[in-house]
Nanobody
Framework: QVQLVESGGGLVQAGGSLRLSCAAS????????MGWFRQAPGKQRELVAR???????NYAGSVKGRFTISRDNAKNTVYLQMNSLKPEDTAVYYC?????????WGQGTQVTVSS
């Protein structure tokens, strides 16, 4: 059984930064793409960023230039560095496996950006 456990969410003022982490159990981590999705109240879940097993990132247009996804295969961990946060970034952020999030999902971590 694979588990994804997110951490690092919280409350931050607009313009601030947060770093999310996702620790994965199981040996699948190094061979899978990993990603972050988010869901704001009343909105559809959307892809934020994803990264191939080899470390090539891909970003949603709304976060490009502000967010950075990275991974440490030795630690089975994927990160999302979020800078210049905006109130519209407020959402529950989910760690996922698979290029389209078709694999496992974490329980989510709340990110709230105040104006």
């Amino acid at each position: 059984q694979v588990q994804l456990v997110e951490s690092g969410g919280g409350l931050v003022q607009a313009g601030g930064s947060l770093r999310l982490s996702c620790a994965a159990s199981g040996s699948i981590f190094s061979i899978n793409a990993m990603g972050w999705f988010r869901q704001a109240p009343g909105k559809q879940r959307e892809l934020v960023a994803r990264i191939t097993s080899g470390g090539i990132p891909n970003y949603a247009g709304s976060v490009k230039g502000r967010f950075t996804i990275s991974r440490d295969n030795a630690k089975n961990t994927v990160y999302l560095q979020m800078n210049s946060l905006k109130p519209e970034d407020t959402a529950v952020y989910y760690c996922t496996s698979g290029w389209r999030g078709e694999g496992y999902w974490g329980q989510g971590t709340q990110v709230t950006v105040s104006s």
